[in-house]
Nanobody, 117 residues
């Protein structure tokens, strides 16, 4: 069955960096656009970044543009989110996602990122 497994979260100081990974299985990973979302307690889940199939185009939320980079390695069925210059507002649980056939959305279990001194 379809699975998305995120990893790489943790505690980081303000100004620090982290790289998240998401490994997909059970579907043709290279065919789909892949997304990263995040959710903080009490807030709605929000879009962070997208990379299209083939990796030629990326999109970012205004709040992360210039600090975050999304990339993919289709040979490893993995999408990455490299995060730099992190601040407290980046504290959230980060999820990878794709929209499959018939507009069904698939989500991983998430990985927690906490930015704190």
């Amino acid at each position: 069955q379809v699975q998305l497994v995120e990893s790489g979260g943790g505690l980081v100081q303000p100004g620090g960096s982290l790289t998240l990974s998401c490994v997909g299985s059970g579907f043709d990973f290279s065919f789909y656009h892949m997304n990263w979302y995040r959710q903080s307690p009490g807030k709605a889940r929000e879009f962070v970044a997208k990379i299209v199939s083939g990796g030629t185009t990326t999109n970012y939320a205004d709040s992360v543009r210039g600090r975050f980079t999304v990339s993919r390695d289709d040979a490893r069925n993995t999408v990455y989110l490299s995060m730099e210059n992190l601040n407290a507002e980046d504290t959230a649980k980060y999820y990878c996602n794709f929209e499959g056939v018939r507009a069904q959305n698939y989500w991983g279990q998430g990985t927690q990122v906490t930015v704190s001194s």
